[in-house]
């Protein structure tokens, strides 16, 4: 889908607070209940039979995840909450803007949120506004009522998305600030934006989209993660545990993915950072920096890469998959990049097979022609591209057929007055991020230019001579903290 650049003269975002809740379609609620409640910990602030309304035990919103059962999987819409009822207006006006089609909710349409818009965005996703919303009872001092990880509240949504510039400029025109990147001369290739004042409340990367890649929560300590880690093992529920437990690089967060009986993907997320002064500076990682996916080099597996959630349109239909349009993935040398952003290095290729790649063969975009300061990395030679697609592998907990509660499908700008059923059309939760031309490529580091502080570079040199054979030792972190513009309104940093 081709993103309509906004005009600011004419385009006034709504002031967004925060990513707020994720509604997903689960294909059996009381086994969605047994993992979000009783294992994770997430507090019921309703249950309303066919639908579970849960929090964290900081939140005092009403709720920050919606568990509706249908018979496929899928993420119906993302939310955020927004500053005041005119903000309505203003992201009622500037989706109309874009050509998005748009619907107006009453309040209570969904239990606790008060009136609220929603849209299809301009890369495929629902996504709800709301301003007023119930509020919950206190819990956070509760201690006698927490278990599991004791889940805080919703941190960020990670999407899958076909054009990470689009993304980023979309974004941008909607006042979110830059916190990190994945890039390098050519290309973006993921990138964490925020209005919360943390590292983000929405990230994205390239891959065949729109697909919801996965939806984290805020725990406070890295102790909560590792318990939820022996829970899960003791329970013989091993497989749930999909990556980590982990440091990021990106976010410096500690982490762990899971997997829910559905397939949906959960990440326990702490110690992440502040970014709310004005004109903080995004810290750029080089995607050649085998530190960005993990910071302590561990790999990640490959359903990490290749599945995510089916995202639903207004109509409740399942939105149809754009391949990716960056050369992103294929652009890298022995780099494979996950929604995350980290890279995916040569000793644990997708294919040894090689093609050609249109995408991946593009001649240098103008991306680096907008980049205020150049990325530090490696001149490339010889660059080859594996170009095979991965075909999605779906587990006994994904499924075919699928239905989910749906907003009526509305003409641009409507007045929708409630929700009905729609059925879908079979298709499964997870679909192949299907990247035709995977790099795998070949650096020279006689131009290498590394900007980190000598520790870091101390510590790159050891994980080099240890970790990695010769021909993968690419160079590791032209990590800079790059003095940049105020992102407190919408200018583009590019
Ligand atoms: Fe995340």
Redesign the pocket.
């Known amino acids: 889908m081709h993103l309509r650049t906004p005009n600011p003269a004419t385009l006034t975002p709504p002031d967004v607070v925060r990513a707020a809740y994720a509604e997903l379609v689960v294909t059996d609620l009381a086994r969605a209940r047994a993992f979000y409640v009783d294992l994770l910990g997430f507090v019921v602030t309703l249950d309303a039979g066919s639908a579970l309304y849960l929090r964290g035990y900081d939140e005092l919103m009403h709720h920050n995840l919606i568990l509706r059962e249908g018979p496929a999987p899928a993420a119906a819409r993302l939310a955020y909450r927004v500053r005041s009822a005119a903000d309505l207006d203003l992201a009622e006006a500037f989706f109309a803007g874009l050509g998005a089609r748009t619907a107006r909710l009453p309040a209570g349409t969904t239990p606790g949120v008060g009136e609220a818009v929603r849209a299809e965005d301009p890369l495929g996703f629902t996504v709800e506004f709301f301003a007023d919303a119930d509020w919950a009872e206190r819990l956070q001092q509760r201690y006698d009522l927490r278990r599991g990880a004791e889940p805080a509240r919703l941190d960020?949504f990670?999407i899958v998305v076909s054009d990470v510039r689009a993304a980023y400029d979309y974004y941008t025109s909607l006042g979110f600030g830059l916190s990190e990147t994945i890039e390098d001369e050519d290309t973006l290739y993921a990138a964490w934006m925020f209005r919360k004042q943390t590292v983000h409340d929405v990230?994205f990367t390239g891959g065949a989209g729109p697909r919801v890649h996965?939806v984290?929560f805020f725990v406070h300590e890295s102790h909560q993660v590792l318990r939820t880690c022996d829970i899960l093992g003791s329970l013989r529920m091993e497989d749930q545990i999909e990556r980590g437990p982990g440091r990021h690089g990106v976010s410096n967060a500690f982490?762990v993915y899971l997997r829910d009986p559905d397939g949906h993907r959960v990440?326990l997320?702490t110690s992440d950072y502040y970014t709310g002064d004005p004109g903080h500076p995004p810290l750029r990682w080089s995607v050649r920096d085998p530190r960005r996916r993990d910071f302590w080099g561990h790999p990640v597996v490959e359903s990490w890469y290749t599945e995510a959630s089916t995202v639903l349109g207004l109509d409740g239909r399942p939105r149809p998959l754009a391949p990716e349009k960056q050369p992103a993935e294929a652009g890298a040398a022995r780099v494979q990049v996950g929604a995350?952003g980290f890279t995916r290095l040569s000793r644990y290729p997708f294919s040894r097979s090689t093609a050609s790649s249109p995408s991946a063969s593009r001649a240098r975009s103008t991306f680096l022609s907008n980049l205020p300061t150049a990325v530090f990395g490696i001149s490339e030679t010889n660059v080859q591209f594996s170009g095979t697609c991965q075909r999605a592998t779906f587990s006994p907990r994904n499924f075919a057929s699928s239905a989910a509660s749906a907003v009526a499908p509305a003409r641009s700008t409507t007045q929708a007055s409630g929700r009905s059923p729609q059925r879908l059309s079979g298709t499964p939760i997870t679909a192949a991020s299907c990247t035709a031309g995977c790099a795998i490529s070949s650096f020279s580091r006689s131009t290498e230019e590394i900007h980190s502080p000598p520790d870091l570079i101390t510590s790159l040199i050891r994980s080099v001579m240890v970790k990695k054979p010769r021909s993968s030792s690419v160079p590791t972190s032209p990590v800079r903290s790059q003095p940049s513009r105020n992102f407190s309104g919408a200018g583009s940093l590019w």
């Open positions: 960020h990670n990230a996965h984290a982490y990440e997320y995350d």
